[in-house]
């Protein structure tokens, strides 16, 4: 290659030097017409970063594109979760009411219990006075003072009337001393109706709707109650709290519509205890998977036990199913003594 200065026509030889090469290579530009560097090995480099620029571009898009559905995951989990501390904090409203009638009625046994023991210390002693303490007792169940209601023989002139449930109270109080005065001393005042189902323990729910776009760690609480002997099943939460320590079987069974699949799980203060995967990732019509689930458990008092999906399976899509043709349910009994 020759330069400007070194001949005449110098001048003319750079021009077609230049020219040659912005006709060869006019994407790059990257060459020097000056430059000792054959034009050929300017190509190849030149070929050479831009193939790396894709590849570097593309696994950049790949990158952003994971990132993407990362991101997207944990916005569908932050969702789950905000739903899910919102339906907590409604079953807290729900439990505080739910504590306020029980601490009610606990103060009213324990009213009834003190006089119970007052009559019958009484009455072991003087059956006169034991009679004339009754009469008494009968006219305190009737007053304001355990009921809050006014007389019982009064309430039809001022148009106050009890409800089912403490009328039936009332008259079962009356029938029991009744039959004291016939000679039944062994029945308790409050009656032993109930006495005989005391030590049963057995529940039955089911969901009366769909569950839909369900996710992680999801509590499923049945709303209807068929069988709760013992009420130690909570229809508001969905939890049954072990009465007494013993041999307990629990079972439950759940539906789910198409496309939906997910791992369920008992779980006793939050530790699974019997686990099962519904799978009906499928898009036939009218085409609807179950799974149940028996575990044979011993449980303590106080232990609270629910159906949720599973805490570490995150694949869970889709809607639990249940009406008049499939019931998703949770039920369980005590079966014996440790």
């Keep these: 290659m020759m330069r400007s200065h070194d001949t005449d026509d110098g001048p003319l030889k750079l021009r077609t030097v230049k020219s040659t090469f912005k006709s060869e290579d006019l994407k790059s530009r990257l060459s020097d ?46 969702l789950q979760q905000k739903k899910e501390i919102y339906r907590l904090k409604h079953v807290e409203i729900t439990l505080l009411k739910e504590q306020k009638k029980t601490a009610k009625l606990i103060e009213t046994v324990e009213r009834l219990t003190f006089m119970c023991n007052i009559y019958q210390r009484d009455r072991s002693t003087n059956h006169n006075h034991s009679n004339i303490f009754r009469t008494k007792m009968l006219q305190q169940f009737e007053s304001d003072a355990i009921f809050g209601h006014s007389n019982l023989r009064n309430q039809s002139k001022e148009g106050q009337k009890l409800s089912n449930v403490e009328a039936e109270e009332n008259i079962m109080i009356v029938n029991n001393h009744k039959r004291e005065e016939n000679g039944d001393t062994e029945k308790l005042i409050l009656g032993a109706a109930a006495s005989s189902t005391e030590s049963t323990v057995a529940f039955y729910a089911f969901l009366t709707h769909n569950e839909k776009n369900i996710g992680p760690h999801h509590s499923l609480i049945f709303d209807h109650v068929e069988t709760n002997m013992g009420s130690n099943y909570n229809r508001y939460t969905g939890a049954f709290i072990v009465p007494t320590t013993g041999v307990y079987l629990l079972t439950y069974t759940v539906f789910m519509e198409t496309q939906s699949y997910g791992s369920f799980e008992i779980a006793v203060n939050n ?68």
Aim: net charge neutral.
């Design 33 to 78: 017409p000056d430059s000792t560097i054959p034009l050929e090995q300017v190509r190849q480099l030149d070929e050479i970063l831009t193939t790396k620029f894709h590849s570097k571009f593309k696994e950049m898009k790949d990158e952003h594109h994971l990132h993407s559905k990362k991101i997207k995951e944990v916005e569908e989990t932050l």
């Design 271 to 338: 530790v699974a205890r019997g686990t099962v995967f519904v799978d009906n990732n499928t898009d036939a019509q009218n085409a609807y998977t179950g799974s149940t689930c028996v575990a044979i458990l011993v449980l303590n008092q106080g232990d609270v036990c629910i159906v949720r999906t599973h805490s570490n399976y995150p694949n869970v899509r889709g809607s639990v199913r249940s009406d008049y043709l499939m019931r998703t349910s949770f039920s369980g009994a005590k079966i014996g003594s440790t």
